[in-house]
C-alpha cells in the first residue's frame, strides 16, 4: 500500500519568513490532500490537487503536485503566529480512488512573533 | 450547517474495559471514516462506513469495530482496552465514499490506564 514521508518533521520560523514543507509519496499521486491541525483537534481540509503540475493557493498558503516525483510542496509566504498547527498531507489509500486517505504523520509548524 | 460531532470528548478508562465513541457526520454526508492518531503512528486509517455497509478496514486487530445507523450516525467500539489504545480518535464524513475531502470532527481523545 501506499505511504507517505513528510519533511521536515517539525520547523520553528520567525514570523514573516517563508518556509516549505514536502510530502512524498511511495507510488504515483492520483490525489493530494493537505489538511491543517490544531494540536489535540480534527483536521481542517486545506485544498487538493489532483493534476501534476496543478498549483493551488488559498491566502498566503500554496501547493503544487509534481506528478513525476510523486511529489507535494506547501509553501507560505510571509509566516504569522497564525499558521503554526500540524500540517498533513493525505492521498488515496491505494494509489487511486478505490480506498480512503492515508496521511503523512505531519509536520508541526511553530512560529515565532 | 453543523459540522461533524463526536462524544464523547474526553474519557479514561482502564485496561480490559471496553469504549464506544460516536460520530454524527454533517448533515447529507453518508460517508463516515474513522482514525486513530497517536504521537508515534501519526493518523492511520480505521474503517470506513457508506450507507450503513463498512467499505474499507485499515489494519487494526479485531477489537476495533464500527458500525453505521440508518441516519449515518457511526459508531466505533473497541474491545478488551490496551494501553497502546490510549489515542485521539477522529471521524471524518464526506459526501462520497473512497477519498474526496474529508470534514473532520475534533475527536474523542481516550485515555487508558
Known amino acids: 500500500s501506499q505511504e507517505l514521508e513528510q519533511s521536515p518533521q517539525s520547523l520553528i520560523v520567525q514570523e514573516g519568513k517563508n518556509l516549505t514543507i514536502n510530502c512524498t509519496s511511495s507510488?504515483?499521486?492520483?490525489?493530494l490532500y493537505w489538511y491543517k491541525q490544531k494540536y489535540g483537534e480534527g483536521l481542517i481540509f486545506l485544498m487538493m490537487?489532483?493534476?501534476?503540475?496543478e498549483e493551488k493557493s488559498h491566502e498566503k498558503i500554496t501547493a503544487k503536485l509534481d506528478e513525476k516525483k510523486q511529489q507535494s510542496s506547501l509553501h507560505i509566504t510571509a509566516s504569522q503566529p497564525s499558521h503554526a498547527g500540524i500540517y498533513l498531507c493525505?492521498?488515496?489509500?491505494?494509489?487511486?480512488?478505490?480506498?480512503?486517505?492515508?496521511f503523512g504523520k505531519g509536520t508541526k509548524l511553530s512560529v515565532k512573533p | 450547517k453543523a459540522g461533524v460531532t463526536q462524544t464523547p470528548r474526553y474519557l479514561i478508562k482502564t485496561r480490559g474495559q471496553q469504549v464506544t465513541l460516536s460520530c454524527s457526520p454533517i448533515?447529507?454526508?453518508?460517508?463516515v471514516s474513522w482514525y486513530q492518531q497517536t504521537p508515534g503512528q501519526g493518523l492511520q486509517f480505521l474503517f470506513e462506513?457508506?450507507?450503513?455497509?463498512?467499505?474499507n478496514k485499515g489494519n487494526f486487530p479485531g477489537r476495533f469495530s464500527g458500525r453505521q445507523f440508518s441516519n449515518s450516525r457511526s459508531e466505533m467500539n473497541v474491545s478488551t482496552l490496551e494501553l497502546g489504545d490510549s489515542a485521539l480518535y477522529l471521524c471524518?464524513?464526506?459526501?462520497?465514499?473512497?477519498?474526496?475531502?474529508?470534514?473532520f470532527g475534533e475527536g474523542s481523545r481516550l485515555t487508558v490506564l
Open positions: 471524518a464524513s464526506s459526501t462520497r465514499p473512497s477519498g474526496g475531502e474529508l470534514f
Open positions: 507510488k504515483t499521486l492520483y490525489g
Open positions: 493525505g492521498a488515496d489509500r491505494y494509489g487511486g480512488s478505490q480506498g480512503n486517505l492515508i
Open positions: 462506513y457508506f450507507s450503513e455497509t463498512q467499505r
Open positions: 490537487l489532483q493534476k501534476g503540475g
Open positions: 448533515s447529507g454526508h453518508r460517508s
